[in-house]
């Protein structure tokens, strides 16, 4: 049942980097972290009363309490580099670095929470860092493109995050029922993601956000919400090593849509990288 949950969180987190990408045309990338994580924070408690998980809330051990905390903040650190990069860059180079996090997820997973380093695991995290390397298309910019060319250096940063989130939020959710630890989780994101907003002075933003751009934000945190409820319940169940890959799939999802919605092709050398990753995946799902 628990990769179920898995594939569901790669739907959900597919759907979500093309809505936060069309609530970021003109408005702050940290304002829009700030306030889609408002969303997820209210669907992940509603879920939490819906399943009666708030009565675990005194019970919750300081160790437990300690590595959700940490997960949190490496999960607002992940997203504000995300979306930063998102907002800079192609979203068809951005995913892809960001879905690397997975080799680093699978390295950490061996070391730390000793799960099994099998030969098609090994061959699943060459072919992910193969593929992400095709993926990644230079090109000489434009002048006016010139500023845009830190988006590698955030899409890399989210990509670092979301591995110590993975790892970090395994042990965290250990000893609590995975609903209430996305709520604790995403309430530290929460404080950390307006923290942002006011230490930079982006605050005075928010009243010039389209009605459209917003509606596309709050959108992008619902699917957020469900993909972090059902990431989390595979993650508590099942393995992460394997839980993580299948989220990646998300990529597949992300592409569809940007095709669509944003007109964004790939190229042969980008196509083949995408299907190193997806094939990279699927063969590190292999026992």
């Not at 879920?47 to 997960?71: C, D, R, Y």
């Not at 949190?72 to 068809?92: E, P, R």
């Not at 879905?99 to 799960?115: D, G, Q, R, Y």
């Amino acid at each position: 049942m628990w990769i179920l949950f898995a594939f569901g969180s790669a739907i959900f987190a597919g759907i979500t980097s093309v809505l936060a990408k069309c609530g970021i045309r003109k408005t702050d990338s940290t304002v829009a972290t700030a306030i889609r994580t408002v969303v997820v924070l209210i669907f992940s408690w509603i879920m939490v009363f819906v399943v009666g998980s708030q009565k675990q809330i005194a019970a919750i051990e300081w160790k437990t309490l300690l590595f959700l905390i940490l997960s949190g903040l490496a999960t607002g650190g992940s997203w504000l580099c995300y979306f930063k990069a998102l907002q800079l860059g192609n979203i068809n180079k951005v995913v892809p670095i960001d879905k690397s996090s997975t080799v680093l997820t699978v390295l950490l997973a061996t070391i730390f929470l000793h799960e099994k380093m099998t030969f098609p695991k090994a061959v699943g995290v060459l072919l992910l860092g193969v593929g992400t390397f095709l993926m990644i298309e230079k090109k000489d910019a434009a002048p006016k493109e010139s500023k845009k060319a830190n988006w590698l250096i955030y899409a890399i940063g989210s990509a670092v995050f979301a591995s110590l989130t993975a790892i970090l939020g395994k042990v965290g959710i250990s000893g609590v029922e995975s609903n209430l630890g996305t709520a604790i989780r995403t309430g530290v994101v929460l404080v950390m993601a307006w923290i942002m907003v006011f230490v930079t002075g982006k605050q005075r933003t928010i009243k010039t956000i389209s009605k459209k751009e917003l509606g596309f934000i709050c959108l992008s945190g619902l699917a957020t919400g469900a993909s972090w409820l059902c990431y989390y319940k595979a993650l508590q169940d099942g393995l992460a090593g394997v839980v993580v890959p299948i989220d990646k799939l998300s990529i597949l999802v992300t592409v569809a849509f940007s095709y669509f919605v944003f007109h964004e092709r790939l190229s042969k050398k980008s196509a083949l990288g995408l299907v190193a990753i997806v094939s990279g995946t699927l063969i590190m799902l292999l026992p």
